[in-house]
């Protein structure tokens, strides 16, 4: 274990931190960290209104979660290409790419217009739903206003105002993107939405093979999400699959045969304890093992959402997306976790769902015990403890890098403290 342990600190982290500054994948990492406080209203609120639901006259916090966590694809169609140009020193450029941004993304998302001329977006691309779309145009807006950077109309002695050439310089690169936005969705009707299902369309028609059950749950809960696409963006594909399962399973119990369909709705519930990524493990590891202050933040914060099968705060807030070091293990149980529950369920180990239990907002175990019972519960903690094992090595890792870094955070303040304080004596000498 040492020696592992000793290659994961000294060859597989360095390389890792290397591949995460590139500033294409940090630009995106930072934008889901800004956005962090959106996220976490957005979470907190939704168990607020899910629970609400069961208390009559509960007030409906809903729409603090609609425009907060809920406009969060819109955030980051501003926020990705704002930080790239950032990274790539473009700060004058910035502001007007974060704007090109915007303008892309909801083109992207295919609005509608109705016969008053009003604008009409569906909710959901504006925020879990729409975060491909969302990634798509701000690295395309980043790239494009990336590559005029380097062009001028004007001299760099000119005696005009920066912010007028600033305006001059970025026109054709907006009309470029614009234009694209234009030409693909409004005259070759072309739907980004269409294109995932397309995508998925064969995973989902091999749905309840092995293959086709362990790739739909790896890509969906576990693979995007680590690169900062939620599970909720598939989820409209993945209903139509797993609602037509269990009702197969029931009509088939109805009629006194036994259930035959894996591929159910409440499936996941044996093996997404904590979320996408069996995350409950890494959160409760920040919690209660972690040295550096910052894990300790994340894994109190993100405490009652995990609880409750909403790891947002978690994947977005270690980070685990765009972060190699916790990316890894994730897809390491996100392909464990699902193949072996087809083979549990196939040999019958578990039983197949046929009960519709749709509380997932309740903890992991109540929700594996409601569609499996007892043996469902079992093994959903079996899987709790292969998701900490995966875990664990990984955390140390990453654990003892943010404490380098706060130490290094720590040293630099107390130098700057130390060189105002000698700069003020020599003042006042």
Not at 96 to 121: R, W
């Amino acid at each position: 274990m040492k020696k592992f342990m000793d290659w994961m600190t000294n060859k597989f982290a360095p390389k890792m931190n290397k591949l995460a500054r590139n500033p294409w994948i940090a630009s995106v990492q930072e934008a889901i960290l800004t956005a962090m406080p959106m996220i976490f209203i957005g979470s907190f609120t939704t168990i607020l209104t899910a629970f609400g639901g069961l208390i009559d006259g509960f007030p409906d916090f809903s729409p603090l979660s609609t425009f907060s966590l809920g406009l969060l694809s819109l955030y980051l169609a501003y926020l990705v290409p704002y930080l790239l140009m950032e990274k790539k020193r473009h700060n004058k450029t910035k502001k007007e790419a974060g704007l090109a941004g915007i303008g892309f993304f909801l083109m992207l998302v295919g609005p509608t217009f109705d016969e008053a001329g009003n604008i009409l977006f569906q909710s959901s691309t504006l925020g879990n739903g729409g975060m491909i779309a969302a990634l798509i145009a701000g690295l395309f807006v980043g790239f494009v206003m990336n590559a005029f950077s380097t062009h001028s109309f004007f001299k760099e002695d000119s005696a005009i105002p920066d912010f007028i050439t600033v305006w001059f310089d970025t026109l054709i690169p907006i009309l470029i993107i614009l234009f694209v936005g234009w030409l693909f969705i409004f005259q070759l009707h072309i739907s980004i939405f269409d294109c995932i299902y397309t995508l998925f369309s064969p995973i989902l028609s091999a749905g309840d093979s092995f293959l086709g059950f362990v790739i739909l749950y790896f890509f969906g809960y576990t693979f995007l999400y680590t690169f900062g696409i939620s599970t909720w963006v598939i989820y409209p594909i993945e209903s139509a699959l797993i609602l037509q399962g269990i009702a197969a399973n029931q009509a088939a119990v109805a009629a006194g045969n036994a259930a035959s369909v894996i591929n159910a709705d409440g499936v996941s519930y044996y093996f997404t304890l904590g979320g996408g990524g069996c995350t409950l493990a890494l959160g409760l590891m920040m919690l209660f093992m972690a040295k550096s202050k910052k894990c300790k933040v994340i894994g109190k914060a993100s405490l009652v959402p995990n609880l409750c099968n909403i790891n947002e705060p978690l994947v977005f807030g270690a980070p685990i997306a765009f972060n190699p070091i916790l990316m890894i293990p994730m897809w390491i149980i996100g392909l464990l976790a699902p193949a072996l529950t087809w083979f549990a369920l196939y040999f019958d180990i578990l039983p197949k769902v046929t009960t519709l239990f749709s509380f997932w907002y309740l903890p992991g175990p109540i929700c594996s015990y409601a569609v499996g019972g007892m043996i469902g519960l079992l093994f959903t903690l079996f899987i709790f403890v292969l998701s900490w094992i995966i875990y664990y090595p990984f955390f140390k890792v990453y654990d003892r890098q943010c404490v380098q870094k706060e130490e290094e955070d720590e040293s630099k303040k107390e130098e700057v403290s130390k060189r105002k304080a000698m700069r003020q004596r020599t003042e006042k000498a």
